[in-house]
């Protein structure tokens, strides 16, 4: 399994402000995959991230409101702009098995509250 | 298309009594199937998996499922709870055909009663 880590792992913010979100793995991956948690619910895909490619985004997150970087194989981030209490949530990101595709591995999440 | 349902939202068992969690899902293709679970701020694990080789499935600290392909169903099932059981499940979907991405259920809440 891969070892996923996330910075920061909480943070309070103002609202019209943007965080931006780390997810560091200690292997190689191709995809990564970014995750929000509404307080509870369940877990939605917000977007798949490729190494040297755009993003896909899936129904309802844009680019303009979650950009995404993926400058290498072990290293994405996720931005949250001009945020308002509606994206208090939990962020998590994934990475793709190495021995099996369909099976993810998560981070431990980071836990964004919007004042 | 693939979606899950986890019937029960939450659930409350005694420590030392069976736990039954259960899943129905739905997908177009033969069906990868997990279990994922979340403790108290803490990320996702990975209990046990279902990828089309045998039907009943043994994942960590004690737990188990069974595909049942007749029925859909997907249940988890542990023969003795402990405490540190009581957590967050998800039941998740995906489609050997391809298709990467996970379907999650919406949860379900187990709590332990000592």
């Known amino acids: 399994s891969a070892v996923i880590s996330q910075k920061p792992s909480r943070d309070i913010c103002q609202r019209g402000t943007s965080l931006t979100i780390q997810c560091q793995v200690d292997?190689?991956?191709?995809?990564m995959f970014w995750y929000r948690q509404q307080p509870g619910q369940s877990l939605t895909l917000i977007a798949t991230a490729n190494q040297g490619s755009e993003a896909t985004y899936e129904s309802g997150f844009v680019i303009d409101k979650f950009p995404i970087s993926r400058p290498n194989l072990t290293f994405s981030t996720l931005t949250v702009s001009n945020m308002s209490p509606e994206d208090s949530s939990i962020y998590l990101c994934s990475v793709e098995s190495a021995s099996y595709y369909n099976e993810q591995f998560f981070g431990p999440g980071t836990r964004l509250t919007v004042l | 298309a693939q979606s899950v349902t986890q019937l029960d939202s939450h659930v409350s068992v005694s420590e030392g009594t069976p736990v039954l969690l259960r899943c129905n899902y739905s997908s177009s293709y033969s069906p990868s199937l997990f279990w994922y679970v979340q403790h108290p701020n803490k990320g996702l694990q990975l209990l046990l998996k279902?990828?089309?080789?045998?039907?009943l499935v043994k994942g960590i600290n004690g737990f188990e499922a069974e595909f049942k392909k007749s029925e859909t169903s997907f249940h988890l099932t542990k023969p003795s709870a402990h405490m540190s059981d009581a957590a967050e499940y998800f039941c998740?979907?995906?489609?050997?055909?391809?298709?990467?991405?996970?379907?999650f259920g919406t949860g379900t809440r187990l709590t332990i009663i000592p």
């Open positions: 292997s190689q991956v191709t995809m």
């Open positions: 279902y990828t089309s080789a045998a039907t």
């Open positions: 998740v979907v995906s489609s050997n055909f391809g298709n990467e991405k996970l379907t």
